[in-house]
């Protein structure tokens, strides 16, 4: 016998029944598609947990971590592993009608391989009658079996190719990041392309110095920079700012500012009596060709790290001086002068100068005539006091009012006296006194 495909022309060769045919090629096709998924699968499924694998790390925020010069090499890891998936492809074979004819002997279980007999054909001489009414009878036997022939599911085994089922860790950890990363997807696995600064430029200048707010009057600091060829430090040490104040990095050539804050760093915001259709954050501000600018505003301590220009990341450390109000405190009672007059000695404090203080009055309410409280016909006075000097951190002076042509004179009234900086109010000190 010699073994060929089965074809309509077996069928009239041999006047076998056209149906059982019929059955048997589509049992056979069933059948190559059967092993033909069982050596796709395995493939497939490799293929598939490299995937989720780098979607479930880039997910995680690793890529968010590294510098890029460990982006580009974890990137590359999983390009080789993708591409050792992939090269099981090459090896795929479609199965052929010999290999589907064996599988529906194998699933059957009967004797004599009744597929692979349909498939075959007599090796005698077909002018041999006796010859060929044996083998008519033969393949009429095994076509009774055509109903039995089942190629049955896929089995591709992968039990055997990953004993500790990695895969199905795989997909468990792809689920979880996948709400862990929420809306931020995209951007977290597009960081894992982001090169920039594995290969630095050739000409460029970074710098970054600290405005303070202009309540402080204290100059601009200037903070460690990059440079081509210069190290870049590992740490900086923590630099000690007002509250309030600005953080500008500017570069200068062709790289682009990646710039990753914490704490209470933010951008500044629009001012809506500015721009009342602005929206929160203020747009950062356009600067000349080839330079480029980031500006947050420092209200916490916080760190900002500059990434993506060179293998190493830059970072500064911030720690906030919160602006406290400043004070005003009578050092002695008031004292009444000649005249009428009054005399204030009092001291004033605060942490980057006072800049004005005044007294004020408010006469103490007496009933009315109707039960009700009476209101004053002139207004209070106010008196502007007099500062230690300009700006004055710190120091004691002196005022002297005149009080006798006033109306209140000679009134119980209140003195609530109040310092102010060029930020902030504070009423500091209030005396019931006689005007």
Same mark, same amino acid.
């Given at each position: 016998?010699?073994?060929?495909?089965?074809?309509?022309?077996?069928?009239?060769?041999?006047?076998?029944?056209?149906? @059982?045919?019929?059955?048997?090629?589509?049992?056979?096709?069933?059948?190559? !598609?059967?092993?033909? !998924?069982?050596?796709?699968?395995?493939?497939?499924?490799?293929?598939?947990?490299?995937?989720? &694998?780098?979607?479930?790390?880039?997910?995680?925020?690793?890529?968010? !971590?590294?510098?890029?010069?460990?982006?580009?090499?974890?990137?590359? *890891?999983?390009?080789?592993?993708?591409?050792?998936?992939?090269?099981?492809?090459?090896?795929?074979?479609?199965?052929?009608?010999? $290999?589907?004819?064996?599988?529906?002997?194998?699933?059957?279980? *009967?004797?004599?391989?009744?597929?692979?007999?349909?498939?075959?054909?007599?090796?005698?001489?077909?002018?041999?009658?006796?010859?060929?009414?044996? !083998?008519? @009878?033969?393949? $009429?036997? =095994?076509?009774?079996?055509?109903?039995?022939?089942?190629?049955?599911? #896929?089995?591709?085994?992968?039990?055997?190719?990953?004993?500790?089922?990695?895969?199905?860790?795989?997909?468990?950890?792809?689920? =979880?990041?996948?709400?862990? @990363?929420?809306?931020?997807?995209?951007?977290?696995?597009?960081?894992?392309?982001?090169?920039?600064?594995?290969?630095?430029? @050739?000409?460029?200048?970074?710098?970054?110095?600290?405005?303070?707010?202009?309540?402080?009057?204290?100059?601009?600091?200037?903070?460690?920079?990059?440079?081509?060829?210069?190290?870049? #430090?590992?740490?900086? #040490?923590?630099?000690?700012?007002?509250?309030?104040?600005?953080?500008?990095?500017?570069?200068?050539? %062709?790289?682009?500012?990646?710039?990753?804050?914490?704490?209470?760093? $933010?951008?500044?915001?629009?001012?809506?009596?500015?721009?009342?259709?602005?929206?929160?954050?203020?747009?950062?501000?356009?600067?000349?060709?080839?330079?480029?600018?980031?500006?947050?505003?420092?209200?916490?301590?916080?760190?900002?790290? &500059?990434?993506?220009?060179?293998?190493?990341?830059?970072?500064? %450390?911030?720690?906030?001086?919160?602006?406290?109000?400043?004070?005003?405190?009578?050092?002695?009672?008031?004292?009444?002068?000649?005249? /009428?007059?009054?005399? &204030?000695?009092?001291?004033?404090?605060?942490?980057?100068?006072?800049?004005?203080?005044?007294?004020?009055?408010?006469?103490?309410?007496?009933?009315?005539?109707?039960? /009700?409280?009476?209101?004053? &016909?002139?207004?209070?006075?106010?008196?502007?006091?007099? *500062?230690? %000097?300009?700006?004055?951190?710190?120091?004691?002076? %002196?005022?002297?009012?005149?009080?006798?042509?006033?109306?209140?004179?000679?009134?119980?009234?209140?003195?609530?006296?109040?310092?102010?900086?060029?930020?902030?109010?504070?009423?500091?000190?209030?005396?019931?006194?006689?005007?």
């Amino acid at each position: 016998m010699t073994n060929r495909p089965v074809s309509g022309a077996t069928i009239e060769q041999t006047g076998i029944n056209r149906s @059982a045919d019929v059955r048997l090629t589509r049992a056979l096709s069933r059948a190559r !598609w059967v092993l033909a !998924w069982e050596r796709l699968w395995p493939t497939v499924a490799t293929v598939a947990t490299v995937v989720g &694998l780098f979607l479930a790390v880039s997910w995680l925020g690793t890529w968010l !971590w590294l510098p890029p010069l460990g982006r580009a090499i974890g990137v590359g *890891l999983f390009f080789l592993l993708a591409a050792a998936a992939f090269a099981t492809f090459i090896t795929f074979r479609i199965p052929t009608t010999a $290999e589907g004819l064996r599988r529906l002997d194998r699933n059957a279980g *009967l004797p004599h391989r009744p597929a692979t007999a349909m498939a075959d054909d007599i090796a005698t001489d077909k002018a041999d009658s006796l010859s060929v009414a044996l !083998w008519r @009878a033969h393949i $009429e036997r =095994a076509l009774r079996s055509v109903k039995t022939l089942k190629a049955g599911v #896929p089995v591709p085994r992968m039990a055997g190719r990953d004993p500790f089922a990695l895969r199905g860790l795989v997909a468990v950890a792809l689920v =979880a990041t996948f709400f862990a @990363a929420g809306g931020d997807r995209m951007r977290r696995i597009a960081a894992a392309f982001d090169w920039h600064g594995v290969v630095a430029p @050739a000409n460029y200048r970074i710098d970054a110095w600290i405005t303070p707010p202009n309540y402080t009057g204290k100059p601009p600091v200037i903070l460690v920079g990059m440079r081509p060829g210069e190290a870049v #430090p590992t740490t900086t #040490p923590a630099l000690l700012v007002p509250a309030g104040s600005m953080l500008v990095i500017r570069s200068t050539g %062709q790289v682009r500012l990646d710039v990753a804050t914490t704490g209470g760093l $933010e951008e500044p915001k629009a001012d809506p009596k500015a721009d009342p259709k602005a929206n929160d954050k203020q747009p950062q501000p356009k600067t000349a060709n080839g330079a480029d600018e980031r500006r947050f505003v420092i209200n916490e301590a916080g760190t900002a790290t &500059l990434r993506s220009v060179v293998a190493r990341d830059l970072v500064w %450390q911030f720690n906030v001086i919160p602006d406290r109000p400043p004070t005003i405190a009578l050092t002695k009672d008031p004292e009444g002068q000649t005249r /009428g007059a009054l005399q &204030l000695t009092y001291k004033v404090e605060d942490d980057y100068g006072v800049v004005g203080a005044q007294a004020t009055f408010k006469m103490k309410k007496p009933a009315g005539a109707n039960g /009700g409280e009476a209101r004053p &016909l002139y207004d209070a006075p106010e008196v502007p006091l007099v *500062l230690p %000097q300009t700006r004055a951190k710190s120091g004691t002076a %002196q005022t002297i009012k005149d009080f006798a042509d006033h109306p209140w004179a000679g009134a119980d009234a209140t003195m609530v006296l109040t310092a102010r900086d060029r930020k902030t109010k504070a009423r500091s000190d209030e005396r019931t006194s006689n005007a």
